[in-house]
């Protein structure tokens, strides 16, 4: 049997996204139909946001749009509609809007407030880390992979970025880089407007 944990895991992962069996009376159309319009998002801007665009809280249509997901999620009455729900819109939906609203629910949800949800910097490694550290971490985690078998308790070496491969010496605002770059910290608040339920997602 599937733990919750392993169920809220697997609304992440986009990789392995299957046809679910679902009712289309079970939930609003704008959540079961390809392509549809929320009756909230069509009154004030047309189409939801496409796939594979780049989502920003700090935009109003995007703000708008997560809004609207998360009090549908937010609402619904059992664990197992939310789930569906989510199922259902993470292969319909921008990859980058539902993750939000999908996090915002999970932490505001009373059955879900208590699991465990994975690491912004899994979530969207592309935010935190350069295009080259991505593909450096990515080979050696399969260099590391490749060396281990199921008798060895090894634990893999950290892939480490030098100070200063961001920026340069010449600009003065890079004095401040290890608070403004601090991935844990930009973590914590950005978590902490997820908890807090900001103004433009609430």
Not at 24 to 51: C, H, M, N, W, Y
Not at 72 to 78: G, H, P
Not at 143 to 170: C, H, M, R, S, W
Not at 173 to 194: C, M, P, S, T, Y
Request: with cysteine; hydrophobic share 40%; aromatic share 12%.
């Amino acid at each position: 049997m599937t733990s919750k944990q392993d169920q809220i895991f697997s609304l992440f992962r986009f990789y392995d996204i299957k046809e679910s069996p679902i009712s289309p009376d079970k939930f609003p159309e704008f959540i079961v139909t390809p392509g549809g319009t929320s009756p909230e998002a069509s009154k004030t801007r047309g189409p939801f946001l496409q796939r594979g665009k780049l989502f920003s809280v700090f935009k109003e249509a995007h703000a708008k749009e997560a809004a609207t997901l998360y009090n549908f999620l937010i609402n619904l009455e059992s664990y197992d509609d939310f789930i569906l729900a989510c199922e259902e819109l993470k292969k319909q939906r921008n990859e980058g809007l539902y993750l939000y609203a999908l996090t915002v629910a999970l932490l505001n949800r009373p059955d879900t407030a208590k699991v465990d949800i994975p690491p912004l910097w899994e979530l969207n490694p592309h935010a935190y880390f350069t295009t080259p550290a991505i593909y450096r971490a990515k080979f050696q985690a399969e260099q590391n992979e490749a060396k281990l078998d199921d008798t060895q308790d090894t634990i893999p070496a950290p892939l480490i970025v030098p100070i200063f491969k961001t920026g340069t010496y010449l600009d003065p605002e890079q004095k401040v880089a290890w608070w403004r770059e601090d991935i844990g910290l930009n973590a914590h608040h950005f978590h902490w407007h997820q908890v807090s339920q900001s103004a433009r997602i609430a």
